[in-house]
Nanobody
Framework: QVQLVESGGGLVQPGGSLRLSCAASGLTFRNYLMSWYRQAPGKEREWVASDSGSTHYADSVKGRFTITRDNVKNTVYLQMNNLNSEDTAVYYC?????????WGQGTQVTVSS
């Protein structure tokens, strides 16, 4: 049974930082493309960043967010710096490989003073 469990969300002031984690189990983690997505209230879910060995970022987060992965701990991280109100959303991790596609349950990030 595959599980992706996100953690690390919370309330942070503008300009602050958070680090999200996504712990994976039940899959061969190193094979998977790991990504972060987010969904703000009233908006569609959008891609944020991916790590397949090389990293890629949405323009809106480039230079502020960093995705990393630990293939020993089966965990992917999202370091988020210089947060602003537009980063408020539920953040989800996603694991994809061939036809396998799994999502976590999400973690809430709220940026507010």
């Amino acid at each position: 049974q595959v599980q992706l469990v996100e953690s690390g969300g919370g309330l942070v002031q503008p300009g602050g930082s958070l680090r999200l984690s996504c712990a994976a189990s039940g899959l061969t983690f190193r094979n998977y493309l790991m990504s972060w997505y987010r969904q703000a209230p009233g908006k569609e879910r959008e891609w944020v960043a991916s790590d397949s060995g090389s990293t890629h970022y949405a323009d809106s987060v480039k230079g502020r967010f960093t995705i990393t992965r630990d293939n020993v701990k089966n965990t992917v991280y999202l370091q988020m710096n210089n947060l602003n109100s537009e980063d408020t959303a539920v953040y989800y991790c996603r694991a994809r490989w061939v036809t396998n596609d799994f999502w976590g349950q999400g973690t809430q990030v709220t940026v507010s003073s």
